[in-house]
């Protein structure tokens, strides 16, 4: 059964830092491209970022490029977004998700919430 | 970006009877390699999304069969054959076709 637990949410200030972090299971992760998704309350659904299997390629949606950084770590099943500069259109729930393409995406996580607010 | 549009925003439905989705997109899905890059996912209260429909027509394993999804180009409709209690929620699709990915706005689901 694929499994994918987001961690790492919390409350934070207008301008500061936060790492979400995503463990993986159930699947082979290094074969998959990931995904962090976003859902603002009582909105609908952004893509934010994607991490190919290898790390060798990243993209950003352009409203968080140069502010959050996508990473993997294949030897953990672990899946990371590094987000700066935060503001509080960022607050939002926090997908992590899988696709066996870049073009797809299969499965997703629980969310994590990530709350901007001083 | 391709911008997904999603009609009716609310529908309300009776039980046992049929419910249908219209999106579309603002230029067509057809990628270079021959397949759509067009899915519908469901998202139940309180709950993350999960894909109903792949590649416009392919539906996932453990996906009710009264679920299904046709169209091409730029117009896609996810059809309900009879809906059940279970399938109230918001349902989107999402384009991966064209980068960035993106989704439509989400029709929301209840029961008459």
């Known amino acids: 059964e694929v499994q994918l637990v987001e961690s790492g949410g919390g409350v934070v200030q207008p301008g500061g830092s936060l790492r979400l972090s995503c463990t993986a299971s159930?699947?082979?992760?290094?074969?998959?491209?990931m995904h962090w998704v976003r859902q603002a309350p009582g909105k609908g659904l952004e893509w934010v970022a994607l991490v190919n299997g290898d790390s060798s390629a990243t993209d950003y949606a352009a409203s968080v490029k140069g502010r959050f950084s996508i990473s993997r770590d294949n030897s953990k099943n672990s899946l990371h977004l590094q987000m700066s500069s935060l503001r509080s259109d960022d607050t939002a729930l926090y997908y992590c998700?899988?696709?066996?393409?870049?073009?797809?995406?299969?499965?997703w996580g629980q969310g994590t919430l990530v709350t901007v607010s001083s | 970006d391709v911008v997904m549009t999603q009609s009716p925003l609310s529908l309300p439905v009776t039980l046992g009877q049929p419910a249908s989705i219209s999106c579309r997109s603002s230029?067509?899905?057809?990628?270079?390699?021959?397949?759509?890059?067009l899915n519908w996912f469901q998202q139940r209260p309180g709950q993350s999304p999960r894909r109903l429909i792949y590649q416009v027509s392919n539906r996932d394993s453990g996906v009710p069969d009264r679920f299904s999804g046709s169209g091409s180009g730029t117009d896609f409709t996810l059809k309900i054959s009879r809906v059940e209690p279970e399938d109230v929620g918001i349902y989107y699709c999402m384009q991966g076709t064209d980068w960035p990915p993106s989704f439509g706005q989400g029709t929301k689901v209840e029961i008459k």
């Open positions: 230029q067509s899905l057809l990628y270079s390699d021959g397949n759509t890059y």
């Open positions: 998700a899988s696709g066996m393409t870049a073009r797809l995406i299969d499965y």
């Open positions: 159930g699947f082979t992760f290094h074969h998959s491209n």
